[in-house]
């Protein structure tokens, strides 16, 4: 049996998982006990992750009182008993949170959010310790989800952040600014600035130091820039790589020093495109960040899909790293919206796919009704193999976010269909 699955037999049994899932140890560990406890809590069985957004205290009806009971019932309580293991928990964009944070600014922009992450605060808590607590009493993990370079604030005014507006520099562009790339997002930030990278750390560091999440996720499908060149159609050089990936190091290096101190690990996602070369022609080295050890969960996948699953499921074998598919409305559905009816066939078949290419699990972003029967059904290949399913593989579809070449110069050669 080789190491991998001996490792996902182990999580699936929860043998040796005293470092595991909610459980908590009386003492600190050393950084040896921490690393061999990442690689076993990485493999355990998360049938389905699902990525919330955070929106949720907001669709709050303004008759209720605000409490983490009325909070947890508008996406998450209806999760229990479903095929979900994990929630990937995104609270804001960036630099703009609803947890309590320091290092970043609460979203306080619109009045009737404001009155509810204050009324949480007031009582002691806020969206992520809900979050956090719920999860470990209900076997299930929660991760903070942070958009690495959310880009919503370049057409939402009210979620640009006072850090961006007081160093402009540190930004690709400026309002109204056109660019070849990058849909002209030109409020994402730069990673080659430094202060950028800076902030990026800080704010994981108080996360993982304030907070008793499980891990930890980069999400860097949301949106897909990083650096200026990338926008301009010029080369992302190993240059920039090695910047981002001395920054994921540190972050890796914080996480597990945090671990220590908690007793248990704290383990590192990240979402990424299913290429590694058009992940490294926008700066992420996929491949070397697996040779350190650097990322405990890697999915792939988002507005467009760019090659069989088959060849993610690959790597995450060759790495010993779980790979998870990347299931979204506007790729599956052609553009539809979070809102939009489940097109319950596609997704069907799309996730059955995934699992017969050897992916271990299904991700799901921007599906947030926890009665969706997708959240019953995706995690188990067996059942989907009884259900009616459209049985395809959506690569990209016919609006301008679904486009690779829309992001990134020349994106469109990434594009390796499995041939019928």
Known sequence: MNRRIFLKTIAATGVGFSLGCGNKQNHASSPDEIVEARHKVRQRKRRIIMNNDGNDLRRLEPDKAVTPESFLDMRTTPLVGTHVDAIFYCTGVFNLYKHNTREGELHLRTPAEKDKILALIEQDTDVLEIMTSFGHKNNMEIFWSMRMNDTHDSRHEHLFCDWKAQHPIYLIGEKGEKFPYGLNRWSSVDYNESAVRVKVFRLFEEVCS???????EMDFFRHPILFAEQMLGKPVTQEHCDKLTDLVRRIRRMADEQAAKKGRPILMACRVPDSVDYCKAMGIDLIRWLEEDLIDIVTGGGYFKLEPWENL????????????????SRRLMNGGKPEADTAIKIWRGEALNAWQAGMDGIYTFNRFNPHDPIFRELGDP?????????DQTTYIGNFGMSKPGRWLKDGKKYVKERKS
């Not at 304030?210 to 930890?216: A, K, L, Y």
């Not at 499921?313 to 979204?328: F, I, N, R, S, T």
């Open 313 to 328: 499921a690959a790597l995450g074998e060759k790495y010993e790293v779980p790979v998870y598919a990347c299931l979204v």
């Open 210 to 216: 304030g907070w008793d999440v499980d891990g930890i």
């Open 382 to 390: 067996e059942l989907l193999q009884t259900l009616d399913h459209v």
